[in-house]
């Protein structure tokens, strides 16, 4: 029988977790199951989802930070669709391709003048893989510097530079000759570099995990130091890329340059995997050094058309609506409600970020009682206060967010780049209601944290 396609997920949509916990993966639809993210999404538009009960839900969680245009774009969809009407020839792979040629103009147009070439990848995790490579090859050294907390990716490489033993254990063996220094450590890495075998030294701007942001003294400290000790300053804008943080990039905010830029995720407007690795030309011709290396780094799908025209179609709208300007000034009304509710309730004890990428660390309170609570909570599991505000942001207020890391109390915010200044006041009025009843101990707040605990325990 014909496959129809619509017919199919819409008779089968509520099957979803039962089949992953079935095919899938077991361990995450039971995590799902617990926390009460089990949904069975229908529909996505701009910053709202839908589930199959028509219960329109606030996406603060933008797909880990692909959806900054919204989720199905009417004119990245109509783009997508002239395209595919085009029956284009895609990925004969001894071609030039016309759609990824544009797009690297187009981003060439965005960035740097010194970021004149462009590598096209499938992830943002082989966007690093690729700079790792692409620093060992250019400089012919052996060490790659990161810092804590960093996170690139899950493949070998990243993980190598994984700032988190909570995602690098049970790996082993990673890459040898990998070093972390603290984020904000200028000594710490003059130290590293001066010993002269440093290829390159990877960071992000805003780190993904726990939203800890680089000073603009780091960062142009250690542009600087990379530059004097030959070592390629590798930024990854992965995450913090097209207009996340109320700039293009992150690296405008301090007028920093890298020798190497990482980007993947909103590139494609959430439709495509896509990524690129922007660096000098001078870099790149150190790898693609003859016309027999000329793709001694390569894949399959890179340059796949359907995603650079994806990428072409997301520029334009960020462009278009004007979004790096609302990310920034959303952002401002987010900080400024957060920070006015940081004055009322002990629990919150900072906001930080820029734009739309906020983190809201939560810290043990001072009055007695709710410090009990936290310090129970705590002693149950490091990770579980955060669940304690996503699961009732989720089941009372119909918001997603996350928690940002591990065995930290920090919640993340990362919406669609659209959001209006209604979403901010719908997120910021149900975040109240969540935090003014974890302040009340006993209360049902806590006793999320319990119960998960008991989950966690019975595992
Ligand atoms: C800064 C950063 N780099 C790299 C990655 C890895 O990207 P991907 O999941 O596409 O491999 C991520 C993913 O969250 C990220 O935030």
Avoid at 50 to 69: A, P, Q
Avoid at 274 to 293: D, H, Q, Y
Wanted: proline fraction near 4%; aromatic fraction near 8%; include cysteine.
């Amino acid at each position: 029988m014909e496959l129809d396609i619509q017919r199919l997920i819409g008779e089968r949509a509520k099957e979803n977790v039962d089949l992953h916990a079935a095919h899938v993966n077991p361990q995450f639809a039971k995590v799902l199951r617990t926390i009460g993210f089990d949904k069975s999404w229908i529909r996505g538009q701009g910053p709202y989802l839908y589930d199959t009960d028509g219960r329109e839900y606030l996406d603060m969680l933008s797909g880990y930070g692909m959806f900054n245009v919204g989720r199905n774009h009417p004119k990245v969809k109509k783009i997508l669709s002239d395209f595919l009407a085009m029956d284009h020839a895609s990925l004969v792979q001894m071609e030039a391709p016309i759609t990824s040629g544009l797009l690297a103009e187009e981003l060439k147009k965005r960035v740097p003048s010194s970021l004149d070439t462009v590598y096209f990848t499938n992830s943002g995790t082989e966007s690093n893989e690729t700079a790792i490579k692409f620093a060992h090859c250019a400089t012919r050294r052996p060490r790659i510097v990161y810092c804590h907390h960093a996170f690139h990716g899950l493949t070998n490489g990243s993980l190598s530079i994984n700032g988190e033993e909570f995602f690098r254990s049970g790996f082993s063996p990673l890459l040898p000759d990998c070093t972390p220094i603290a984020l904000g450590d200028l000594a710490a890495l003059n130290a590293e570099l001066s010993r002269g075998d440093v290829a390159g030294f990877v960071l992000e701007p805003i780190q993904g995990k726990g939203v800890h942001v680089a000073s603009d003294e780091f960062l142009r400290g250690a542009a600087e130091c990379c530059r004097k000790h030959g070592t390629l300053f590798i930024l990854d804008e992965v995450q913090t890329g097209f207009g996340r943080t109320g700039k293009l990039f992150a690296m405008e905010h301090s007028g920093v340059v890298p020798d190497v830029l990482l980007l993947s995720k909103a590139l494609s407007g959430g439709y495509v995997p896509v990524g690129a690795v922007m660096t000098r030309r001078e870099v790149f011709l150190k790898v693609f050094t003859s016309m027999e290396r000329c793709v001694v780094h390569s894949s399959t799908f890179g340059q796949g058309a359907f995603a650079m025209v994806a990428g072409l179609a997301a520029l334009s709208v960020l462009d278009e609506e004007k979004l790096v300007e609302n990310a920034q000034r959303m952002g401002g009304l987010l900080f400024s409600g957060l920070e006015q509710l940081k004055e009322r309730f002990e629990l919150i004890q900072e906001v930080r970020g820029k734009g739309l990428m906020i983190g809201i660390e939560f810290g043990r309170p001072k009055s007695f009682t709710l410090r009990m609570g936290w310090d129970l909570a705590h002693k149950m599991s490091s990770s579980l206060f955060g669940q304690a505000i996503v699961i009732p942001l989720l089941a009372d207020h119909a918001i997603v967010t996350q928690v940002s890391g591990h065995g930290i109390d920090v919640v993340k915010l990362i919406p669609p780049l659209v959001i209006t200044e209604r979403d901010v006041d719908r997120f910021l009025t149900a975040f109240e209601q969540v935090v003014e009843k974890a302040h009340h101990f006993p209360g049902p707040v806590w006793e999320v944290t319990s119960r998960l605990a008991k989950f966690a325990l019975k595992r």
